[in-house]
């Protein structure tokens, strides 16, 4: 009898600690998840060699309504839920293409959510940005394209808390804070420029020309 007792109150303790330790133990964060088409080092550097190198020009005239942005882009989802769909986890959505539950990581500061509303979705070359290195000198519709690409290293989900640090800086002035990012970040960025023909000014490629020596 005892020996039955003691083997069931055993049981009953392992199977209370095992109850706590999943309440207690903190969840993994989501996957990481950074967006398509990120050059190789090797390609990047090609690329890096091939952008236009000046000084930036003047910020007169930018406004963010002469890039259209958040447009739709495949059947309900404009590219903000599009892309929140693309770089979650577990991502469910509603009929309007709104998530309604999943997980996010952000690759700037390794904060991970579930509450998709704390996400900003980050032009990794800011419009204003842009507008400095020659964006200023295209269509609208090349702007549109520019703001909504979802299939290039544009758009990135991060915390709005780091987006609003990041403001329209560019890599000579801001990195991430984690550092884990800071080759893919440069290579994205790379490739943007690369993609749309834009310039980069001299402190800028210096440090985008570090970060591949450096952390890549």
């Given at each position: 009898?005892r020996?039955?007792?003691?083997?069931?109150?055993?049981?009953?303790?392992?199977?209370?600690?095992?109850?706590?330790?999943?309440?207690?133990?903190p969840?993994?964060?989501a996957?990481?998840?950074?967006?398509p088409?990120?050059?190789?080092?090797?390609?990047?550097?090609?690329?890096?060699?091939?952008?236009?190198?000046?000084?930036?020009?003047?910020?007169s005239g930018?406004?963010?309504?002469?890039?259209?942005?958040?447009v739709?882009i495949?059947?309900t989802?404009?590219?903000?839920?599009?892309?929140?769909?693309r770089?979650?986890?577990?991502?469910?959505?509603?009929?309007?293409?709104?998530?309604?539950?999943?997980?996010?990581?952000?690759?700037?500061d390794?904060?991970s959510?579930?509450?998709?509303?704390?996400?900003?979705?980050?032009?990794?070359?800011?419009?204003?940005?842009?507008?400095?290195?020659?964006?200023?000198?295209?269509?609208?519709?090349?702007?549109?394209?520019?703001a909504?690409?979802?299939d290039s290293?544009v758009?990135?989900a991060?915390?709005?808390?780091?987006?609003?640090?990041?403001?329209?800086?560019?890599?000579?002035?801001?990195?991430?804070?984690r550092?884990?990012?800071?080759?893919?970040?440069?290579?994205?960025?790379?490739?943007?420029?690369?993609?749309?023909?834009?310039?980069?000014?001299?402190?800028?490629?210096s440090?985008?020309?570090?970060?591949?020596?450096?952390?890549?």
């Open positions: 009898m020996t039955t007792r003691h083997r069931v109150f055993g049981f009953l303790s392992t199977t209370v600690t095992a109850v706590l330790l999943l309440v207690l133990v969840t993994a964060p996957a990481a998840a950074v967006p088409a990120i050059p190789t080092k090797a390609t990047a550097q090609s690329q890096l060699n091939g952008l236009a190198v000046r000084s930036e020009g003047a910020s930018y406004d963010r309504s002469l890039f259209p942005h958040w739709t495949s059947g989802c404009n590219a903000r839920e599009y892309v929140l769909r770089d979650g986890s577990n991502v469910r959505t509603d009929d309007q293409c709104r998530a309604t539950s999943g997980s996010w990581y952000s690759e700037f390794g904060i959510t579930n509450d998709p509303s704390t996400f900003d979705i980050d032009h990794l070359v800011p419009l204003a940005e842009a507008w400095r290195s020659g964006a200023d000198k295209w269509s609208t519709t090349k702007r549109r394209d520019f909504n690409d979802v290293p758009l990135w991060v915390t709005a808390s780091s987006n609003r640090v990041k403001g329209d800086k560019d890599p000579a002035e801001w990195m991430p804070p550092t884990a990012i800071h080759c893919a970040y440069a290579k994205a960025w790379i490739n943007v420029k690369y993609r749309y023909s834009l310039a980069v000014n001299s402190s800028e490629k440090a985008l020309q570090s970060t591949l020596n450096n952390r890549c």
